[in-house]
């Protein structure tokens, strides 16, 4: 049996399938020849044709200059992008570059729903699992990444009072120690300015610290 979590991460994943179904890399995109073969190349321009796991996995971790028209060719993929992530990918943070750089906020309405309730999915159900198949941490980076901001990210955490979610925030800041002390981010992937790297790993160290605070009340 499921839990309610992961039937609802399966559905968020089964919505995106749904609603970029049918939708195909552009017919006359010249795609880097040295990264995708003509093989590959003609499967990314076919709609429905099942995508293997890894053309998915290096269309979104290839930098965005691959393509005339990267946010078509992550549409292609996304079916099974989102099912990878869910099933836990060790570079998903890599991936999420990708959909960072495809601009998938400006998406139409109900494209850009389905990988916003995608991510808050993924997001959520990890807070929630004591053994998730990547870490919270991880997660935690993609998702800021992929949506360009810290904060709703970490309102989803504030919100997780289960000891689960704290022993993934405790987790979290051991992994990011080396960060925390010298300052630097670990957003390796960010797509964007570097201004804007910066302010969301200092909201998220202003948050860290207002925790620290409220616990030892």
Do not use: Y
Request: hydrophobic share 40%; charged share 25%; glycine share 6%.
């Amino acid at each position: 049996m499921t839990s309610p979590d992961a039937d609802v991460l399966a559905a968020a994943v089964a919505r995106v399938a749904k609603v970029f179904g049918g939708m195909t890399a552009r017919v006359d995109d010249t795609v880097c020849g040295r990264c995708f073969d003509t093989g590959e190349a003609s499967l990314l321009r076919t709609p429905d044709v099942p995508l293997p796991a890894d053309l998915a996995r290096r269309v979104a971790q290839k930098h965005p200059s691959h393509w005339d028209d990267q946010p078509a060719a992550i549409r292609r993929v996304l079916p099974v992008l989102v099912s990878i992530l869910a099933e836990g990918e060790p570079e998903s943070d890599l991936m999420a570059r990708g959909l960072a750089a495809s601009g998938w906020p400006q998406w139409p309405r109900q494209q850009a729903r389905a990988v916003a309730g995608f991510l808050d999915a993924w997001w959520t159900t990890t807070l929630r699992t004591k053994s998730p198949p990547t870490s919270a941490a991880r997660v935690f980076e993609s998702c800021v990444t992929a949506g360009s901001s810290a904060t709703p990210w970490l309102a989803r955490w504030e919100t997780e009072k289960c000891p689960i979610a704290r022993q993934h925030l405790d987790e979290s800041v051991h992994r990011w120690r080396e960060e925390l002390d010298s300052g630097d981010s670990p957003f390796s992937w960010w797509w964007g300015p570097e201004a804007e790297k910066r302010a969301a790993w200092q909201e998220v160290r202003r948050w860290l610290a207002g925790r620290n605070s409220t616990d030892s009340r």
